[in-house]
């Protein structure tokens, strides 16, 4: 992201990063830290959010705010969340984990909420599954490229690209997404290192 933006050191004022489960690898601040491996520099901050399944649009939103509000003039905002090696619900944590809490709000999983929705609301299979058109439409907007400005790969240590786009894009298969059926998750393993 630096050098496609060709950013001087310092040039950035903050970066705002989700992660919902700040445990083991994602423990620490992986904002700050993807910060100093970008090469940002030294005197720019970097904040880690948590607000669920919404951490990412959270923290692009709060980056907004700030150049918004003239607070700021450089914000990065995104998502670095490493679902497929940190577990859902693995930070433990009162709101899955202890009745007291969960109950009050009539906390669930969204599997569980989805179907009572669905229920609730006389959503057939046949509808959801046709309303559901997301795994299709980020297919074709890849395909035209649409993301080619905002997807960076992902390099090893070496230097060789691992990944070039997110892997578990699946057009053929929306309801998955849709209806609460078992979805995959991929991790996003660098926001700004390119």
């Given at each position: ?141 890849w395909n035209e490229g649409h993301f080619k400005n ?45």
């Amino acid at each position: 992201m630096r050098q496609r933006n060709n950013l001087s050191e310092g040039a950035a004022d903050d970066v705002m990063l989700d992660v919902v489960d700040p445990i083991g690898e994602a423990g620490p601040d992986v904002a700050r830290f993807a910060v100093l491996k970008a090469g940002l520099g030294e005197t720019v901050p970097g904040v880690q959010i948590n607000r669920f399944c919404a951490s990412a649009l959270a923290a692009m939103n709060f980056a907004a705010a700030q150049i918004m509000n003239r607070q700021h003039e450089l914000v990065i905002g995104g998502g670095a969340e490493p679902m497929g090696r940190v577990g859902m619900g693995a930070s433990g944590g009162a709101l899955a984990m202890d009745p007291s809490i969960a109950l009050p709000p009539y906390f669930m999983w969204q599997g569980v909420s989805a179907d009572l929705i669905a229920t609730k609301y006389g959503f057939s299979r046949e509808d959801v599954d046709g309303y559901a058109q997301s795994q299709r439409r980020a297919a074709k907007a890849w395909n035209e490229g649409h993301f080619k400005n905002s997807v960076l790969p992902v390099r090893d240590v070496n230097g060789l690209t691992v990944m070039t786009k997110d892997e578990l894009m699946r057009p053929y298969d929306d309801a998955v997404v849709a209806t609460g059926r078992a979805v995959e998750s991929g991790d996003v393993k660098a926001i700004l290192n390119s």
